[in-house]
């Protein structure tokens, strides 16, 4: 494994961790408790959305990442 792979999975792995230690840290201050209002309602669909735009950004890496290895 050369010099190049090492840093692309380096990078790699640690959005991977960034992006679980996020969603926990939603988690973790209650940002997905549903109280039944309007307002809640908006804002857990906002944190979805960042989450799901966090989400396509990581599969974006991994691609990459993936052509990368295939075309060494």
Same mark, same amino acid.
């Given at each position: 494994? *050369?010099?190049? *792979? ?13 992006? =679980?230690? !996020?969603?926990? !840290?939603?988690?973790? +201050?209650?940002? @997905?408790? @549903? ?6 309602? /908006? ?7 960042? =989450?799901?735009?966090? @989400?396509?950004?990581?599969?974006? +890496?991994?691609?990459?990442?993936? /052509?990368?290895? @295939?075309?060494?």
């Amino acid at each position: 494994m *050369n010099t190049d *792979n090492r840093w692309i999975i380096g990078v790699a792995a640690s959005v991977l961790i960034v992006f =679980i230690a !996020f969603v926990g !840290f939603l988690w973790k +201050i209650d940002l @997905f408790d @549903f109280t039944g209002s309007e307002a809640s309602a /908006k804002i857990i669909a906002a944190a979805l959305a960042l =989450i799901g735009g966090l @989400f396509g950004s990581l599969v974006t +890496i991994f691609g990459i990442m993936l /052509k990368h290895s @295939f075309d060494q």
